[in-house]
């Protein structure tokens, strides 16, 4: 079987690359960027790609690679960072401009290139950039620009090295699979030998392989993540799982009900529902930091499981294995790559933080090298219902970091009100266009979608008075698998009736804003 090797010089989308290689029917894995080229010829790799990454060529201790790796005689395909570590170390410059470019730009192509066959002389592409090759190295030409980067592509065709300053890999650079297609079966020659068949009966089949005879405990959220591995682990191991449905009292509106009715009849396991809602008040009054929420949050997360198993423990049926639906981003995002990158840390998962100290369990997370989009496939494969498969992601430490500063009654009274306005007008607007087109991603699809309750108040006029209360912040994001989310382009009238139903129906707001902000620059939650 052929390969593809990422090299990860600690990109947020460098599994991402792994990802889009591997749909296009190729075999590719992940190593750190630092992989000796001796290392990489003995894995009989056909082709090797370079990520994108966070720092600058010229810090201190930036990330490198073996020079030799250029020299291996195999096509290599450099993206941002990838592009710059081949110009410097083929003896181009990267210089540090003033102006950077961050989410879609236009290029230009310059001159043919094999990698853009098939694609406009201008197209939409997605940058994430300061610095920026200044200099191709000798034997390169430059192929695109845009009018902020001269050497927004550049290629030694001779050689069989190409790179991109943008992000061909994420679906808002919109010929981003035809380059990659071009670069795998035009320039390197490879074919379709390899697909992702099957994987729900190897995964659980590794479950049972892990577990054995041993008994396992699994956080429920009722989130399509958890979801999987509950059906996975349910396939394997069966009574085997215990599943935990802790209700820290920040769900959405009417969601604990909706939880345990789904799940006390869709899977054939012990389910426990933890009500913790009091205890997780009273940690979070007064909290205004929206990583000490997070921590406090994930903290008495693992509270709640050791006490249920303690009690399984007391009643003989001791748990050794701890099932997690953690998937890629959450593990990227946390900082905390399992491929020997060096991602930097935008914010901690509730299931990435240690256990609480006299806490001890093996962990199984069959879908951490998943992401969001495969792992809905999966969840159709197994026979999960399209309201688990489709429901959009929610965060582990749930409302508390939908409202800006600290938690009170109040204050999620009028954000899961608002939120399950937002919900309803927009799971709608989805039907209709999923009715139109047939795709749930179609365009203009919303993704995710849900109200941010900020802590300012504002004026307002309502009844003819003058009044003294809250906006609301409607969030609402096209995406596929959460590495890049881009705003959601909603009809005016759509906005307007989530506007007014909030304000009316809503005590305590007079005011409602919608953002429009993609990810980057900004993340999908606020928090």
């Not at 690359?17 to 749909?23: C, F, S």
């Not at 930091?289 to 249920?308: H, L, M, N, S, Y």
């Amino acid at each position: 079987m052929q390969k593809v090797i990422v090299l990860d010089f600690g990109a947020q989308y460098g599994q991402l690359i792994a990802r889009r290689v591997r749909d296009l029917g190729v075999y590719s894995e992940i190593l750190p960027c630092d992989t000796p080229a001796a290392e990489l010829a003995a894995t009989g790799v056909d082709a090797i790609i370079l990520s994108g990454g966070p720092a600058s060529v010229y810090a201190e201790n930036a990330p490198s690679i073996d020079p030799a790796v250029f020299e291996l005689g195999v096509p290599v395909l450099g993206f941002c960072y990838g592009q710059q570590i081949m110009a410097k170390v083929l003896g181009g410059e990267v210089g540090h401009t003033d102006v950077g470019e961050y989410g879609p730009a236009t290029i230009t192509r310059v001159t043919p290139s094999r990698l853009f066959d098939g694609t406009p002389e201008e197209q939409t592409v997605w940058m994430s950039h300061r610095d920026s090759v200044v200099k191709v190295p000798e034997g390169f030409a430059v192929t695109a620009r845009t009018a902020v980067c001269p050497v927004a592509s550049m290629e030694c065709a001779e050689r069989n090295l190409y790179a991109t300053q943008f992000h061909p890999e994420v679906r808002h650079t919109t010929y981003g699979n035809d380059m990659l297609s071009n670069f795998l079966f035009d320039i390197c020659g490879l074919i379709r030998d390899w697909s992702a068949d099957g994987i729900a009966d190897i995964l659980i089949a590794a479950i049972c392989n892990q577990v054995g005879n041993d008994r396992m405990i699994l956080g429920l959220s009722g989130g399509v993540d958890s979801s999987v591995v509950g059906a996975l682990c349910a396939r394997a191991i069966g009574k085997q799982l215990t599943c935990v449905f802790v209700n820290h009292g920040l769900l959405r509106k009417n969601e604990p009900e909706e939880v345990e009715e789904v799940f006390t009849k869709q899977f054939d396991v012990d389910f426990v529902h933890v009500h913790a809602e009091e205890r997780y008040a009273k940690l979070l009054a007064g909290v205004t930091d929206p990583e000490a929420k997070r921590t406090i949050i994930g903290t008495q997360f693992w509270e709640e499981f050791f006490a249920v198993a303690q009690q399984l423990a007391e009643d003989g049926r001791p748990v050794k294995y701890l099932a997690q639906g953690t998937i890629y981003p959450d593990i990227i995002e946390s900082g905390a790559r399992k491929t020997g990158g060096k991602a930097s840390t935008i914010k901690s998962h509730h299931n990435l933080i240690p256990f609480p100290e006299g806490v001890s369990f093996e962990l199984v997370e069959p879908l951490d090298h998943f992401f969001k989009d495969e792992v809905r496939a999966l969840g159709t494969a197994l026979g999960l219902p399209d309201s688990i498969v489709w429901r959009q992601p929610f965060p582990g430490p749930g409302l508390a970091i939908r409202i800006i500063g600290d938690v009170t009654p109040e204050k999620l009274r009028i954000l899961k009100d608002a939120d399950a306005i937002v919900r309803e007008e927009l799971d709608t607007y989805n039907a209709l266009l999923f009715e139109k087109t047939g795709e749930r991603n179609s365009e203009h699809a919303c993704w995710q979608y849900f109200a941010v309750l900020p802590d300012i108040r504002c004026v307002g006029v309502m009844g003819d008075e003058r009044t003294y209360a809250r906006p609301v912040i409607v969030r609402a994001v096209e995406s596929t698998d959460a590495m890049t989310a881009d705003w959601a382009k909603l009809p005016y009238e759509v906005l307007e009736k989530i506007s007014s139903r909030i304000v009316a129906e809503v005590v305590g707001v007079n005011r409602v804003v919608y953002d429009v902000t993609p990810k980057p620059p900004g993340t999908v939650e606020w928090e």
